[in-house]
């Protein structure tokens, strides 16, 4: 579950769900009044080009799951990695 303040908008109006995950987006309509097709925010440490992106976690992870693992999670490039290790410090 992506809480409402980290969502960032991926749809428009009455999208329906096989539309937006088309668009390579999230969905979840289980919280009223909150955007339904998005991209979970990135955080500013987990900046990295997509080809430099080394996995962490297996294809459809969630974020919530993803974030456990001390990963970053960005789903807005289709053919990339979207859970992955953050940049070093």
Partial sequence: Q???RDRVDCGF???TETRCYERGCCF???ISGALWCFHPKVRKN???QT???KGCG???ISVRDCNKKGCCFDSRTVKA???FHP???
């Fill in 28 to 30: 979840s309509a289980a």
């Fill in 46 to 48: 987990c900046e990295v």
């Fill in 13 to 15: 109006p009455r999208i």
């Fill in 87 to 89: 940049p070093p410090i």
């Fill in 81 to 83: 990695r979207w859970c």
């Fill in 51 to 53: 080809k430099k992106r």
């Fill in 2 to 4: 992506v809480e409402p």
């Fill in 58 to 60: 297996y294809p459809g």
